[in-house]
């Protein structure tokens, strides 16, 4: 495996660049000319015009990027309760684990068998520079680890609870919590958190909610364990003119359970398709 690299999506030379000339003139044209670098891996879509001449896509973008050693195409959509993405390694070696860095820590993870978000990484140190002194944390759904392990690094919590259901993606997060030495205030737990709550694990003065779409069913069990004036990260998708739907959801919900929003703000935190967007809303509740 290569140098383990900081994170990143930015290129060292743009696709069309690189192939200016090499392709014919409707693959070029229908070419995306972005891809994602994860670790040593680049993640890229390939257009049903481009499928001939993909092989050679790939060893373009290896020629360009020494420490890159993989390069996989995206074989489909994220899909399944996990929010799995199929990948087809092109060229380079033949795996889909890696390892990276992330606002100063070490994460290990297969991308093929966990999700986890390159373009994501400003949005959880956004979250952890939020974090006051002596705070319990719970982060569901937390995946790898990216939540909890960057938090711990850029924050002084007193602890931070990480729950996930995908066995695999739990196995990573515990390996990069091995990676980290450091840090000592993360507990990881391998459950449904609909399970999980039914413990007694106290109440949370910040609950991260890094799930998309299907995490809005979770969140009348979420608030009771949280504490009074506490924060709740919730993310959702939403079109351009619709943010506000979903502070609207969350306060509906606050208020059947008797309780009062004393703040809220709205954060667009990714593009996830037409007029679409991955946002967060922060909100304080009392």
Known sequence: MADILENQTIMTLPLKKLLNGLLP??????????YDIVGDIAVIIIPDSCQPWQSLIAEKILENHPHVSVVAKRAGNYDGEFRLLPLQVLAGEERTVTELRESGVRLSLDLAQAYYSVRSGGERLRIARMVADGERILVPFSGVGPYPLVISQHSRAKEIIAVEK???AHQYALQSFRLNKKL????????DISCWLGGEHGTF???IMPLPK???AFLSSLLPVLSPRGWVHFYDMQLVDSFEKSF??????????????LYHNITACGHCGPRTYRICVDVKLE
Request: charged share 25%.
């Open 25 to 34: 003139e409707q693959a070029f044209a229908e070419l995306v000319g972005s």
């Open 166 to 168: 995908n066995s695999s």
């Open 184 to 191: 000592k205030n993360i507990k990881f737990y391998q459950a």
């Open 205 to 207: 003065d910040r609950i």
């Open 214 to 216: 299907s995490g809005a």
């Open 248 to 261: 609207e959801f969350i306060e509906g919900v606050a208020l059947q359970l008797g309780r009062k929003i």
